[in-house]
């Protein structure tokens, strides 16, 4: 199997509270990144729902239960152009609602993530914190860790789904105005502090009164710039991404003089602060 494949990252516009077009969207703009040879397409946080929701009530009626209905039209798609996505939800469980993500592929879900780290914005006033470990899971070959806009912030985040074994750090996003230089920075230091490459993928709009600001972006390892979007447009961002690249830890820059292996060189015996 190739260790070389095509990720993108689609910077889109959500229409508020209308799943039937968000998803109608997410599926076309799906297909012609497939079609462009992407094998892993990531789309925004709620691109499914929109996200300035004011109560969970209001919430309610657009959330959904993973697998469900729109992840079903999702996988039919996978399996028609045989590639992967990640796509933004709100999940429904019970009496219960999550902001969350699922990875999409060929054979249906094959894995989703309850966000964690929940900001005082929007949905994520009125929605659970996440419940279940981090998890990595297989996308065709490529290791993808899935965390939620926020959750970036928390660079322990990113360091756990490396260990977990990630190739790719997979973020969707609803960055507002005051979060442009997260964007800018943010994942590129996962990226670079991890040895792996992390895809962002934000907004462009406005949704009640809230701007979001783009710049999706796309990382290597060394903290590189391997695509960047505009601040405004809606477009696709695509890179090629070599797996093998991102487990490949220990970096020679001279042999003998300047070795560095930012996994193996951890010092957990005195980050005992971080758990207490």
Avoid at 18 to 47: D, H, I, M, S, T
Avoid at 103 to 120: A, E, F, N
Avoid at 123 to 131: F, I, L, Q, T, W
Avoid at 191 to 197: C, D, H, P, Q, S
Wanted: proline share 5%; net charge negative; aromatic share 8%.
């Amino acid at each position: 199997m190739s260790s070389t494949h095509r990720v993108a990252a689609v910077q889109m516009m959500v229409q508020f509270a209308n799943v039937p077009a968000n998803l109608e969207r997410v599926r076309e703009r799906f297909e012609e990144a497939a079609a462009n040879g992407a094998q892993l397409v990531v789309f925004p946080e709620c691109a499914l729902t929109g996200y300035c929701f004011d109560s969970q009530d209001e919430a309610w009626p657009h959330a959904e239960t993973i697998p469900g209905p729109s992840l079903e039209v999702l996988s039919a798609a996978c399996a028609r152009v045989n590639a992967h996505l990640v796509v933004g939800l709100l999940e429904r469980e019970g009496d219960r609602i999550f902001n969350a993500c699922a990875l999409v592929g060929p054979q249906g879900v094959v894995g989703s993530y309850r966000k964690v780290h929940l900001p005082y914005l929007g949905v994520d006033r009125h929605v659970e914190a996440g419940d279940r470990p981090f998890a990595v899971h297989d996308a065709a070959g490529a290791r993808v860790g899935m965390h939620i806009c926020y959750d970036g912030a928390f660079p322990e985040t990113g360091r756990v789904l490396t260990l977990l074994g990630a190739d790719v750090l997979v973020l969707p996003t609803n960055w507002p105005t005051h979060s442009e230089r997260a964007a800018e920075v943010m994942m590129a230091t996962r990226a670079l502090e991890n040895v792996v490459y992390a895809i962002a993928c934000n907004r462009v709009g406005e949704e009640r009164g809230f701007r979001f600001v783009g710049r999706s972006s796309i990382s290597g390892p060394a903290g590189e710039a391997l695509a960047f979007a505009s601040p405004d447009r809606e477009e696709t961002i695509y890179a090629d991404i070599d797996v093998a690249r991102a487990r490949r830890k220990k970096l020679v820059r001279v042999p003998g003089l300047h070795e560095i292996d930012r996994i193996n060189d951890r010092r957990p015996n005195y980050y005992h602060r971080l758990v207490e």
